[in-house]
């Protein structure tokens, strides 16, 4: 009975703690983004001027300062060049959609409903006039989705502009609470470290330590990665000749960071298709730079990445997904690095745990 109560009782207790942690990354997380972001940059500055100059704080404070005005306007015409090339790169890919629909893939699915139903005419009048008709109804869908996404995509597209000024005002306000953070970090972090229990800030620390590293980690291995994908498959869609090359690869690159998924969900079937069309040097093209890519990803992942992570494939999926679901794209990416982090910090205690063991034991048995 009692063993019921206290499995209740932390029942209650974990479900509390999980609700807590929803309702802040739902409703408080977003509004304080910026200052997340802002606290981020000026712990990245401390920690590169620290190296640079560390001991004279009134001038690593002003390097700081520079560096962040550096960093930022950088961002800024990026984000700009980049953003700008890329909407204009998506606008003409979803207007192209249809085209290809109409005259590459409702041609092939109309050859293929006819060979079946030819085929199925001498065995079953009847079961061939239902694929006919189940055929021609699957058209018209088809026909009416691909019109209705492309209408609501353009759409979207052209009406993200409205978000503009609420992206702008939430750049400034990182932008200046940075560099009120960069001047006086340490008293930011010190008064952080105050509201914390005096009996948790150890176990607060090194949870922090170990996100540090982790997050280091992700960005710097996974970075790499895109990059190389990034890189290898707009050289091999250029080569090819297709068209909106840098965005394609964009985008499959990103998808590749998902795990499991890799670059094989896309370019496969990409693959395929150009096969059944009857594009045999589209079809070896593709496959052979999927190849060349699962080959490069194989070779590099584990030794940029290593078992520095630690976790299971599926696992980061599911991290993934559960945090972009709940908490949007800063759980996409946060979710995982918490996972890594708990799981890291809970390998080093059974490790400690491991090697107390023995001298635990031999003390037992010396008394």
Known sequence: MEAKKRFIVNCMFYGIILL?????????????TPFIIAFCVSGLMEFVTKRIIPRKEKLRRLLSLVLCG???????????????????????LVTAIPGFVTNELMPLLNMGAEWLE???????????SMVDELASSMMKSLG??????????????TS?????????????ITVISTFFMVLDFSKVVAFLKKLVPAKQRGVMETGLQYTRSMVGVYIKSYSILFLLTF????????????????????????FDLMPILGTGGILLPWALVALILDNLKMAIGILILYLVITFIR?????KIVGKQIGLHPLATLIAMLLGL??????????????????TAMKRTRMAQQEKEKPAAEATASAE
């Open 231 to 254: 890189v290898e498959l707009t050289i091999g869609f250029l080569i090819l000749g297709i068209r909106h090359a840098p965005l394609l690869a964009a985008a499959i690159a990103v």
């Open 144 to 157: 009416s989705f691909v019109t209705n996404f492309s209408g609501k995509a353009i759409v979207w597209l």
């Open 325 to 342: 679901n709940l908490f949007g794209l800063v759980g996409l990416i946060g979710l995982p690095v918490l996972l890594s982090v708990v």
């Open 70 to 92: 550096v960093l930022y306007a950088v961002v800024c015409v990026v984000v700009l060049l980049v953003g700008s090339r890329l909407i204009s790169e998506a606008i003409d």
């Open 298 to 302: 194989q070779t590099l992942e584990p």
């Open 118 to 128: 030819n085929t199925l005419i001498p065995v079953d009048a009847r079961l061939a």
């Open 160 to 172: 993200s502009a409205t978000s503009i000024p609420g992206l702008i005002v939430q750049t400034v």
């Open 20 to 32: 807590i942690v929803v309702l802040v990354g739902k409703y408080i997380l977003p509004i304080m």
